[in-house]
Nanobody, 115 residues
């Protein structure tokens, strides 16, 4: 079992920045892929960014160039730095981790971008 706890969400004006954190605990030794998803009201959850091991991140087109995913394996934490935020980035952001073919989810953190 893997437990994920997100933090760092909040209210920000358009053009601002936020950094989300996701701390993993439990049976984390074989986690390979970690990532971030988001879900806005009435919209299906969508993938935002992902990172494998110590590699570089991959991004949805909608956030490419504005968001950066990073991972600190020593702290078992993955981050999402979000810059140049837009009102359409408003959503609940979820951390995800894949282990043994199973995807684990955090509880989500709200990000609200005002215009």
């Amino acid at each position: 079992q893997v437990q994920l706890v997100e933090s760092g969400g909040g209210l920000v004006q358009a053009g601002g920045s936020l950094r989300l954190s996701c701390a993993a605990s439990g049976s984390i030794f074989s986690i390979n892929t970690m990532g971030w998803y988001r879900q806005a009201p009435g919209i299906q959850r969508e993938w935002v960014a992902g990172i494998r091991g110590g590699g570089s991140g991959n991004y949805a087109d909608s956030v490419k160039g504005r968001f950066t995913i990073s991972r600190d394996n020593a702290k078992n934490t993955v981050y999402l730095q979000m810059n140049s935020l837009k009102p359409e980035d408003t959503a609940v952001y979820y951390c995800a981790a894949v282990q043994g073919g199973v995807t684990y989810w955090g509880q989500g953190t709200q990000v609200t971008v005002s215009s």
